[in-house]
């Protein structure tokens, strides 16, 4: 996959303030104060930097930590991780694979079949509802 590479600028230019403090700050917005953390429609989630496909609905559920929770990627190539050592602790941050922007983390404490929450801040999707 070709990655987007831009400058902070041309990020700064295309994203709102909160959504680049997200994805290019990896800052976190607060829990229970996202758009999506409720949304119980059909349909995929795609990332707010560069509209790669991340996540389906079908895979999203209530988590009860005031972020959109998921428990798999969309698909094999949407995501990437690495491990955030900030705050004092460890966790695994996720990813954007094609624009490398901070999405949220994940945790090993999610529902079956793959026991993941993805936990995802929602100024750094878009969804679009399916019919």
Not at 54 to 63: E, G, I, T
Not at 84 to 96: A, L, N, Y
Request: glycine share 8%; charged share 25%; net charge negative.
């Amino acid at each position: 996959m070709e990655k987007i590479i831009k400058t902070e600028e041309e990020w700064k230019a295309q994203l709102s303030p909160q959504a680049f403090q997200i994805l290019r700050k990896h800052g976190t917005e607060r829990a229970f104060s996202g758009e999506y953390n409720d949304n119980h429609e059909n349909g995929k989630y795609y990332c707010a930097g560069c509209g790669h496909l991340l996540f389906d609905s079908k895979a999203k559920f209530d988590s009860g930590t005031g972020w959109p929770s998921f428990y798999e990627a969309a698909t094999d190539d949407a995501i990437e991780t690495t491990t955030d050592k900030s705050f004092f602790m460890t966790r695994i941050e996720v990813h954007c694979a094609k624009c490398n922007g901070h999405l949220g983390h994940v945790f090993p404490d999610g529902p079956k079949p793959t026991g993941q929450r993805y936990c995802m801040n929602s100024a750094s999707l878009q969804f679009k509802k399916i019919e």
